[in-house]
């Protein structure tokens, strides 16, 4: 037994041994095979791979400035875009990185994890990750042969869904009563970096009101590629994310949503989390395509806010998550290669000191065919730039002609040779495109006052005259005045639209003069008379012209004699607005005169004058009630005495005479 234990030690060291060294090597082939330790691996510099800079991202075709990305809130989503280059003489090796760099204030809403494939061999030649929160991502190269081989006009796009980091603070109309929300759980990510389950938030009730028979329902679409997990659903309380009390409410999952019933009121906001499952056979799970997945959360409820028997309430809302990777190209020529490149510029000519130049459109053709692509010359780049890697050959072997015309002439300008036509490259192959200015087709607006009535001695005052083109206000004014003998121009204005439309000119005083009407009344636009000229006529008005009053008359019927009629108070309204109050009683035998009321206002517009009682005594009824307004300059407000029983009316006597 003891021999057979030694050889049973033994046999166990060989065994150990035996593993150790086995061990020993696999560790030093996967060190040997290791992406870190592959021969030139390097992280490349932004001199050698360029476009990668937080000031290369452009969304929309449209660069990102950080004015732009440090405003955006953390949530929506925004699609950037880089383009990425690769100089001749950069060597690219297997494992080489390059850092992506995003705007300012923005980071990767979603892990990130996609291949880079050759645009011309549909090789993988790289990939990219990035991790959620991140604000860097990194290329990582592969494929070195392809690299060495197409090493020139080398370069790529990647493009992939970014969001902000702003807090935002929703707000809810007061008649809202359900809000939808959803978003891919970066807890879930599988080994190829897609998410395989979105997280689903239904807010209830956000603007706390009293609600009861709720019922909330919650409707999957797309449900082949979604399923509810039952055993995800959580109730909170909103503000405090307190968990509810289970016997507050009645929750039923069901294959393509759940159903949720309140026990009794609810008179705060409650959230329902859940969370799907996204199934792995779909083009998302698998390669990273746009998967949409869409929820759609219903209420029915009774708001008893305002009173017992309550308000129905129904209403829906619909959000739709959407799940992508991004994507990534590559390209390279092969030296020798049957490509070229087509450099295009832009020449102005008259454009006259102080005028800018616009940006312009280029669109490319091959063989009067437009390709689709098309570059921007604006000041910014010189007005120059270029459509490169093209093919020389079409399949047939037969040379392509490549041809640019500008999308749009710019407003103002002519092309030369005229009719905006396709330019073909010089010997140098480069397109010139050349746009001669145009000044514009003017006319002017003379404009003049007349002034009638104007008594001797009465200097006139300085008007203010406003243009309009198709009134609207041009913001352009002139002055008439004594020192211009009450004449001036608008000069150089555009006699067409941009659409080539005549442009419709008109006129009006800014203010009518106090003491001054027009003619016509109302302070109208006036239009230019057949000689261009816009003509304005004012009338001197007198004091009793300018001015007007009111009178206001009390008149009391049927009041016994031993009976004191009360004071009362009348209000003068202009316009419909109070304007002056007056007293009437015993010593104004119930009367006033408003006197001294302005007839215009500086628009010329005629006011309106009315009188109203404020308060009809008590005993009293009128039979002028509201607003009265005059006839021949008077007002008449009528107070009839209301008679009471006997026992009333000797009342009333004994109190008036001190009985």
């Given at each position: ?19 150790g060294?086995v061990?020993?090597?696999i560790?030093?082939?996967?060190q ?6 592959q021969?030139g ?8 791979v360029?476009?990668?800079s ?6 929309n075709?449209?660069?990102?400035t950080?004015?732009m ?23 690219v090796n ?6 992506v ?13 996609f291949?880079l ?5 549909n ?6 990750t990035a ?13 070195a ?20 980091t ?11 009563y359900l809000?939808k ?5 970066n807890?879930s ?7 395989s389950?979105?997280?689903w938030?239904?807010?209830v009730?956000p ?6 028979n709720?019922?909330?329902s919650d409707?999957?679409g ?11 659903f ?10 509810m009390?289970?016997?507050d ?5 069901s294959?393509?949503?759940?159903k ?9 906001a409650?959230n ?18 746009e ?5 759609t ?22 959000k ?17 290669s ?6 295009v510029?832009?020449?102005w ?14 669109k490319l ?7 689709g692509?098309?570059?921007t010359?604006n000041a910014?780049?010189s007005?120059q730039?270029?459509f490169?890697g093209?093919?020389?050959?079409a ?5 392509i ?14 092309t030369?040779?005229?009719?905006n ?14 746009n001669?200015?145009q000044?514009?087709?003017?006319t002017?607006?003379t404009?003049?006052?007349?002034w009638?009535?104007?008594?001797d001695?009465?200097?006139?005052p300085a ?14 004014t002139?002055?008439?005045n ?5 004449q001036a121009?608008?000069?150089n ?18 203010s ?7 003619d016509?009344g109302g302070?109208?636009?006036?239009a ?8 304005f ?8 012209d ?5 009178r206001v ?24 607005t ?8 015993d010593?104004n035998?119930?009367?006033t005169?408003f006197?001294y ?10 006011y ?13 009824k ?13 007002v008449?407000?009528v ?13 009333d006597?004994n ?5």
């Open positions: 037994m003891i021999h057979g234990l030694k050889v049973k030690q033994q046999s166990s060291f060989k065994r150990g041994l035996l593993l060294i061990t020993i090597f560790l030093m082939l996967s040997a095979f290791s992406p870190s330790n021969v691996a390097a992280s490349l510099g932004a001199d050698q360029t476009g990668l937080t000031n290369d991202a452009q969304e075709n449209a660069p990102v950080p004015d990305s440090q405003k955006w809130y953390a949530g929506p989503i925004h699609t950037l875009t880089y383009q990425f280059k690769i100089p001749d003489n950069v060597k297997d494992g080489d990185t390059a850092t760099t995003l705007p300012a204030g923005a980071v990767f809403r979603n892990p990130q994890q291949s494939k050759s645009s011309n061999t090789e993988d030649v790289g990939k990219f991790d959620a929160k991140a604000n860097t991502g990194q290329i990582t190269f592969s494929n042969a392809y690299w060495a081989k197409y090493d020139s006009n080398r370069g790529g796009q990647i493009q992939f869904d970014v969001t902000g702003q807090n935002f603070v929703p707000s809810y109309p007061q008649d809202t809000a929300n959803g978003w891919g759980k807890e990510a599988r080994p190829n970096g897609t998410l389950q979105v997280t938030q239904v807010l009730n603007n706390n009101h009293q609600l009861k709720i019922s909330v409707n999957l797309n449900t082949t590629a979604q399923s509810i997990m039952n055993d995800s959580k109730v909170t309380e909103n503000d405090s994310g307190q968990t009390p289970a016997k409410y009645t929750l039923t999952p294959a393509s949503g759940f949720l019933t309140w026990n009794g009121t609810l008179d705060k409650i329902i989390m859940s969370t799907t499952k996204v199934s792995d056979d779909n083009a998302y799970s698998q390669y990273g395509s998967l949409d997945l869409p929820n959360a219903t209420i029915n409820a009774t708001d008893i806010s305002k009173s017992a028997t309550g308000t129905p309430v129904t209403t829906s809302n619909t739709t998550v959407k799940l992508s990777m991004g994507n990534g190209t590559a390209h390279g020529d092969e030296p020798g049957f490509k070229t490149n087509i450099a510029q832009k020449n000519k008259g454009v006259p000191d102080g005028v800018k130049t616009p940006d312009v459109n280029v053709f091959a063989d009067g065919t437009d390709t692509k098309s570059v010359l910014a780049n007005y730039s270029s490169n093209l093919d020389k050959f399949k047939d072997g037969h040379a002609q490549y041809t640019a015309q500008e999308a749009k002439v710019p407003d103002g300008y002519t030369d040779p005229g009719g036509p396709l330019v073909a490259p010089d010997s140098n192959g480069k397109i010139t495109l050349t001669v200015y000044a514009p087709i003017t002017t607006i404009v003049q006052k007349k009638e009535n104007v008594p001695g009465v200097a006139t008007v203010t005259i406003k243009l309009y083109a198709d009134g609207v206000d041009t913001g352009k002139v002055t008439l004594n020192e211009n003998s009450y121009k608008f000069a204005l555009n006699k067409f639209s941009a659409n080539g439309q005549p442009i419709k000119y008109t006129a009006k005083e800014a009518v003069p106090s003491g001054y009407v027009t016509p302070n109208p636009n006036v230019p008379d057949s000689n261009g000229t816009i003509t006529t004012n009338k001197y008005q007198s004091c009793y300018r001015y007007t009053y009111v008359v009390k008149d009391w019927q049927n009041v016994p004699f031993w009976k004191c009629t009360p004071n009362v108070h009348v209000t003068l309204y202009r316009n419909g109070p304007y002056r109050i007056a007293s009437l009683n010593f035998c119930y009367q005169t006197m009321l302005p007839k215009y206002d500086d628009q010329g517009n005629q309106k004058y009315t009188v109203a009682e404020n308060k009809v005594p008590r005993g009293y009128t039979t002028t009630p509201g607003q009265q307004q005059p006839v021949n300059n008077t008449r407000l107070n009839v005495y209301q008679h009471h029983s006997h026992c009333s009316w000797w009342f006597f109190w008036e005479f001190n009985f």
